[in-house]
Each structure stands twice: as C-alpha cells, then as structure tokens.
C-alpha cells in the first residue's frame, strides 16, 4: 500500500489562493501517475488533474482549467496543486492519489492509492 500524506488545506477567502502538497514514498513514487481529486458534502469525489510519471503530460477537469496547475518534484517525492482564484465551490476535502499507469490520468477509476485528504474551505 502505498503512502500519501497531504498537507496545505485550510482557510481562504474567495479570490484567494491555496497551494496543495502530498508527500509520496521514497524509491518508488517516479513510477506512479499522480492526481488530485476533491470531495464536497453530498457529492461524489471528482478528478481534477492528473500528472504523468516524468511530468511531460497533464490532465484538467474543465471545472478547474486555467485556474489550477498540478505539478511534481520525483527528487523530493512531491506533487502539488496550485489553486488560484478560488469559490466557496471549491470547498471540498482534496485527496490526492496515485496510478500504475501514465497513460489513464483523465480516468478516476485507474487511481487506487489514496492519501487521508485535506480540508479546504473557501469563504465568501
């Protein structure tokens, strides 16, 4: 089982910006494909983007593009998401979350190692 811990949730205001980091295991983590989805109270959990193993490909939800950038640092065993411009919409648990594969970061269903999630809460 692989271990992702998130970290940077919290508080902003709307307008306001976030930045998401999740620590992946040592040794192995340049060998998943990377995501960040998010969860609201009563909603399904939702794919927002995807980073493949050296970083030469990405995928957006529609709802997020232009306003997040998903990156990853395989030295330090990181992945981020940068959150600009941010709604009470917005607010959600975010998880990330890893993948054998590189070429299905579009599909939520190939994604089946979770971090604990972090809060993010937008006020208006």
């Known amino acids: 089982q692989v271990q992702l811990v998130e970290s940077g949730g919290g508080v902003v205001q709307a307008g306001g910006s976030l930045r998401l980091s999740c620590q992946g295991p040592?040794?192995?983590?340049?060998?998943?494909?990377m995501g960040w989805f998010r969860q609201a109270p009563g909603k399904e959990r939702e794919l927002l983007a995807g980073?493949?193993?050296?970083?030469?490909?990405?995928y957006y939800a529609d709802s997020v593009k232009g306003r997040f950038t998903i990156s990853r640092n395989n030295a330090k065993n990181t992945v981020s998401l940068q959150m600009n411009g941010l709604t009470p919409d917005d607010t959600a648990v975010y998880y990330c979350?890893?993948?054998?594969?590189?070429?299905?970061?579009?599909?939520?269903?190939?994604?089946?190692?979770w971090g604990q999630g972090t809060q993010v809460t937008v006020s208006s």
């Open positions: 979350a890893a993948q054998l594969w590189d070429r299905y970061l579009y599909d939520g269903s190939r994604y089946n190692m």
């Open positions: 040592a040794g192995t983590f340049a060998s998943y494909g």
């Open positions: 980073i493949s193993r050296n970083a030469d490909s990405t």
